[in-house]
T-cell receptor, first 114, second 112 residues
Framework: GAGVSQSPRYKVAKRGQDVALRCDPI?????LFWYQQALGQGPEFLTY????????KSGLPSDRFFAERPEGSVSTLKIQRTQQEDSAVYLC????????????FGSGTRLTVV | GDSVTQMEGPVTLSEEAFLTINCTYT??????LFWYVQYPGEGLQLLLK?????DKGSNKGFEATYRKETTSFHLEKGSVQVSDSAVYFC???????????FGDGTTLTVKP
């Protein structure tokens, strides 16, 4: 596609509910990244895929967070038993193999846990 | 670990004023440095980058020079426009594969 597409744009979840956030990267982009952005702060790294392989998940804040990219294109970030501190914008980005040249970000999913 | 410190905002300027947004970093080795911009209601967009010391990144009239001796990557523009109003993020790509580290962003408002 022309850009990185994320869905839904907005999600309101009740505390304890499971959510799934989708990312559709630019076609041909090998690398895919998930970031979490709290209000008034910069993006914080969550996890990184190269093709279908999850090479780094050191930023995932707890075992309630899980990400997958089974066919090396679309990725899903799943949050189980959501809590209020999970409220944030979740950003997906993709890049060609060498991301030294920067990312292309999606518009993000704003998650609000009530 | 890696870190990025940006000048606190918000910054308010009149149209055609000179802009500087300060950014300093801490990292081991030789990181790549970036500025991203986020316009209202949109996602982050890469504005410019520099991959080694003394490189100057430039785009849309914005410039930043990678200064290893001062560990800085300050963003400048000679004459800002109302359309430059946005949030600007400084970031670095260090040794850890996949991870970039971002500053907290600086909000710029340009008034006519």
């Amino acid at each position: 596609g022309a850009g990185v597409s994320q869905s839904p744009r907005y999600k309101v979840a009740k505390r304890g509910q499971d959510v799934a956030l989708r990312c559709d990267p630019i076609s041909g982009h090998v690398s895919l990244f998930w970031y979490q952005q709290a209000l008034g702060q910069g993006p914080e790294f969550l996890t990184y895929f190269q093709n279908e392989a999850q090479l780094d998940k050191s930023g995932l804040p707890s075992d309630r967070f899980f990400a997958e990219r089974p066919e090396g294109s679309v990725s899903t970030l799943k949050i189980q038993r959501t809590q209020q501190e999970d409220s944030a914008v979740y950003l997906c980005a993709s890049s060609l193999a060498d991301h030294t040249y920067g990312y292309t970000f999606g518009s993000g999913t704003r998650l609000t846990v009530v | 670990g890696d870190s990025v410190t940006q000048m606190e905002g918000p910054v308010t300027l009149s149209e055609e004023a000179f802009l500087t947004i300060n950014c300093t970093y801490t990292a081991t080795g030789y990181p790549s440095l970036f500025w991203y911009v986020q316009y209202p209601g949109e996602g982050l967009q890469l504005l410019l980058k520099a991959t080694k010391a003394d490189d100057k990144g430039s785009n849309k009239g914005f410039e930043a020079t990678y200064r290893k001796e001062t560990t800085s990557f300050h963003l400048e523009k000679g004459s800002v426009q109302v359309s430059d109003s946005a949030v600007y993020f400084c970031a670095l790509k260090g040794r850890q594969a996949g991870k970039s580290t971002f500053g907290d962003g600086t909000t710029l408002t340009v008034k006519p």
